[in-house]
């Protein structure tokens, strides 16, 4: 089935030691994004890439970075992270076709800073 | 700015009781307007989208522009309906959704 597969599903990091997320796609989609959710609140927008061209949200933070090889792959890359980075981090990828295109999610990767 | 309110974090009822989950916006031109749902261990997926006009899983969500609300409703819910559902909002033309905190559905044998 053509889908959205985050790797891994959990990850455990040590405070300040850097970590990437991976994200990958089977639906060919023009668009990636990646979520940051912490509990009981909304996914939060970081970042995304509508084919090569990447859009960083005005209040992400300099120490999440992101890299998109191909048409495939997405990764999130936190630098350095601190203890309020843990959190689910939710990859999602669209068409980008317009305001009726729909997102189309993978299973998350929660992230413990320990 | 766009922004999506969920009132309620978490609704629980019985099987059978009628299910009304709350959505307001704040968008100044036309959104459009989609629910999601996860259901326990699933990936969040698109249950239904305001322009579809369709229901979804006996789920309906009528846009109400001039309350700026979308609230998903539901005559008589089931177990299998337990889940979280998110409200989303898309500016005109913007391929970008903006996610409320999501509501916690439990039903109750």
């Known amino acids: 089935d053509a889908m959205v597969i985050q790797n891994p599903r959990y990850q455990v990091t040590q405070f300040g030691k850097p970590v990437t997320l991976s994200c990958s796609q089977t639906?060919?989609?023009?668009?990636m994004y990646w979520y940051q959710q912490k509990s009981s609140q909304a996914p939060k927008l970081l970042f995304h890439?509508?084919?090569?061209?990447?859009?960083n949200e005005a209040d992400t933070p300099d120490n999440f970075q992101s890299r998109r090889p191909n048409t495939s792959f997405c990764f999130l890359d936190i630098r350095s992270p601190g203890l309020g980075d843990a959190a689910m981090y939710l990859c999602?990828?669209?068409?980008?076709?317009?305001?009726?295109?729909?997102?189309?999610f993978g299973q998350g990767t929660r992230l413990t800073v320990v | 700015a766009q922004r999506v309110t969920q009132p309620e974090k978490l609704l629980s009822v019985f099987k059978g009781a009628p299910v009304e989950l709350k959505c307001n916006y704040s968008?100044?031109?036309?959104?459009?307007l989609f629910w999601y749902v996860q259901y326990s261990r699933q990936r969040l997926q698109l249950l239904l989208r305001?322009?579809s006009r369709e229901s979804i899983k006996g789920f309906t969500a009528d846009l109400n522009k001039g309350e700026t609300s979308f609230h998903l409703k539901k005559p008589f819910a089931q177990e299998e309906d337990s889940a979280m559902y998110y409200c989303a909002l898309q500016s005109g033309g913007s391929y970008i959704p903006t996610f409320g905190r999501g509501t916690s559905l439990i039903v109750h044998p």
């Open positions: 639906l060919n989609h023009n668009v």
């Open positions: 968008y100044s031109g036309s959104p459009e």
């Open positions: 890439y509508y084919d090569k061209d990447f859009n």
């Open positions: 305001h322009i």
């Open positions: 999602a990828t669209s068409t980008g076709t317009g305001g009726l295109t729909e997102a189309f």
